[in-house]
């Protein structure tokens, strides 16, 4: 029954290598979200999707690429990894594009060798 | 200038006491406000949010807002060991405006 969920919960990989994650929320929500919280545990909002159209889209490099087939899912593939791109990335989900009440999935830890 | 500013701390406090978690915003243009908790290796969860000034209680937990001083408050009475976590606060410009995160307090309440 869990509410917002990611896979994988981790993830560790070689630079220069594409992966994705993936999201899915059961709440009945219409937005999700990315946010990576690096090392010094600061949350940055990364992109935004509202019934599966693009919100919000931060200054993010071109190899982080969202796709949302349905309202309930939300993936993140990441193409040519970067050391800098170690981080834990949460996924999360609000009703009618509300941002003061959002619910976190688990997060999933990347590290980049 | 980070728009949210946290003392990372740690704050360590016994069991029972008041706890007072601290944030100082500079963007006057913000007018949401809210508390996650996120435990150890988990996702944060929203505790309150709260517009503009002014108090919202919710069980154990106040949020305080000054809008005059940008200062955003949280207090946790009668605190407990299980609300061990660091304490995130953010900020809006409107309800469905991007939010801005602070860094986080880490706390510690000791049996």
């Known amino acids: 029954d869990t509410a917002v969920s990611q896979t994988p919960k981790y993830l560790v990989t070689q630079m220069g290598n594409d992966k994705s994650i993936k999201c899915e929320q059961n709440?009945?929500?219409?937005?999700m979200y990315w946010y990576k919280q690096d090392s010094k545990k600061f949350l940055k909002i990364m992109f935004s999707?509202?019934?599966?159209?693009?919100?919000i889209n931060e200054t993010v490099p071109n190899r982080f690429s969202p796709k949302s087939p349905d309202k309930a899912h939300l993936n993140l593939h990441i193409n040519s990894l970067e050391l800098g791109d170690s981080a834990v990335y949460f996924c999360?989900?609000?009703?009618?594009?509300?941002?003061?009440?959002?619910?976190f999935g688990p997060g999933t830890r990347l590290t980049v060798l | 200038q980070k728009e949210v500013e946290q003392d990372p701390g740690p704050l360590s406090v016994p069991e029972g006491a008041i706890v007072s978690l601290n944030c100082t915003y500079s963007?006057?243009?913000?007018?949401?406000f809210m508390w996650y908790r996120q435990y150890s290796r988990k996702g944060p969860e929203l505790l309150m949010y709260?517009?503009?000034?002014g108090n919202k209680e919710d069980g154990r937990f106040t949020a305080q807002v000054d809008k005059s001083s940008k200062y955003i408050s949280l207090f946790i009475r009668d605190s407990q060991p299980s609300d061990s976590a660091t304490y995130l606060c953010?900020?809006?410009?409107?309800?469905?405006?991007?939010?801005?995160f602070g860094p986080g307090t880490s706390l510690s309440v000791i049996p």
């Open positions: 999360a989900s609000s009703l009618n594009g509300r941002t003061d009440t959002q619910y």
């Open positions: 709440l009945g929500h219409d937005t």
């Open positions: 999707y509202n019934n599966k159209e693009l919100i």
């Open positions: 963007n006057s243009a913000f007018q949401y």
């Open positions: 709260t517009y503009s000034s």
């Open positions: 953010a900020a809006g410009k409107t309800s469905y405006d991007k939010v801005i």
